[in-house]
């Protein structure tokens, strides 16, 4: 219960901020690519902030680094506050905001997967993750609105970007309140991240981080472009842009509730089939009808498939991970995961920069979003043939 509403507050907390971190820096630079690399710095420090979370919660317990996490990411938004116009002069101060972002994510996500792992067993990890799901898209209903009726009734906008930054700051202090009484601690046998890097010889391990690297791949889209897509095919109206996120959400709580409790035996494969392919069609649809029809297939889409491609993922990963808990300290598996991740996660952000750099405006979106969004299909292919192969074995 405890790391349901840690995850739904910090949810809440950086939907509420992302008013004036994604896009407020969007609006100042006005470039793509820009907030692309503003990600990849941003993901790129995560192995090491990871490593570095999982030997200090190793001994003093998951509580320090989660609140570390939440501070330095409060200190990124003092500093966007800070700079203000400055960004739209000198560009180069956005990756400063990343290597904030990505210190405070990296702490704070290498505790709360970590926990994840810890505090639900096999049999109610399905429940639980969908659970998460749906508080999390509450936070993602009340933040937007909240948001936007802030900075309605504020003075003027910065009046009102502090203030909503006043209501994230007693959010993130409510989450060090919340970490504080976590009593789930790690295992005291010591791990090794380079010791897990290696995929050759173990069969399990090395289709567990193919397929998060995969996984990554497609959630470089998310992470980088999607929000920002969807920003501009309303034409730039917060107004609408918030009020089709509230819809969003509310469609996929009604999912994550309806099959969170149906991704187990075969029932796991087949929606994992179908999430996967809806969520790779949202994202092409996106780009290539870049206007309000585009933006509410992508959404509605989106929102129902993502509680039947996200959940079946974690399902799989957090399952093989748990394979190791009787014989090493499993922190040391869920960093390397991670690790796997971002370089998904990066390598998919490079390939949209790079067809920056060879083609032209026109096509290097599609060319790259379309790349990123079939890998979802990829991954359940994959997954299936390696469920065929243990199957027969």
């Not at 840690?6 to 004036?20: D, E, Q």
């Not at 630079?29 to 907030?35: A, D, H, K, Q």
């Amino acid at each position: 219960m405890l790391m349901i509403l840690i995850t739904s507050l910090w949810a809440m907390g950086n939907t509420m901020s992302a008013v004036f971190v994604n896009v407020y820096l969007y609006a100042y630079t006005g470039s793509l690519v820009v907030m692309t690399i503003y990600c990849i710095v941003r993901i790129a420090q995560f192995p090491l902030f990871f490593t570095l979370g999982g030997k200090w919660a190793q001994r003093q317990g998951f509580a320090p680094p989660l609140t570390t996490g939440v501070i330095v990411t409060m200190l990124s938004l003092v500093y966007v506050l800070m700079m203000n116009e400055s960004f739209a002069s000198q560009p180069y101060l956005v990756f400063v905001v990343a290597l904030l972002v990505g210190i405070g994510e990296g702490f704070f996500w290498l505790s709360v997967n970590s926990l994840h792992q810890i505090v639900c067993g096999p049999e109610q990890r399905a429940r639980y993750l969908g659970n998460i799901g749906i508080f999390n898209n509450v936070a993602n209903i009340i933040a937007p609105a909240l948001s936007t009726w802030i900075v309605s009734h504020s003075i003027n906008d910065t009046e009102g970007y502090v203030t909503i930054f006043k209501f994230v700051l007693v959010i993130y202090v409510v989450i060090v309140v919340s970490a504080a009484m976590v009593r789930a601690k790690s295992s005291a046998q010591k791990f090794s991240v380079l010791k897990c890097m290696p995929i050759i010889k173990d069969k399990t391990w090395r289709f567990t981080m193919i397929f998060t690297f995969m996984y990554g791949m497609r959630d470089a889209i998310t992470l980088t472009l999607a929000g920002l897509l969807v920003y501009n095919a309303t034409g730039g109206s917060g107004g609408i842009y918030g009020s089709l996120l509230t819809v969003f959400a509310l469609i996929s709580i009604v999912s994550y509730y309806i099959f969170s409790r149906r991704l187990r035996g075969k029932n796991l494969y087949r929606l994992f089939g179908i999430g996967s392919f809806l969520i790779s069609s949202s994202t092409i649809v996106l780009v290539l009808v870049p206007n309000l029809f585009g933006a509410i297939y992508y959404g509605i889409v989106n929102a129902l498939a993502t509680p039947l491609y996200s959940n079946p993922y974690s399902l799989i990963a957090m399952n093989n991970i748990q394979k190791y808990a009787d014989h090493e300290n499993m922190i040391g598996r869920v960093i390397v995961k991670e690790i796997y991740l971002s370089i998904g996660r990066c390598f998919g952000m490079f390939c949209i920069v790079m067809c920056s750099w060879v083609l032209s405006e026109k096509l290097y979106l599609p060319v790259s979003v379309i790349f990123c969004s079939l890998f979802p299909i990829f991954l359940y292919l994959y997954a299936k043939k390696h469920q065929t192969e243990q199957n027969v074995d």
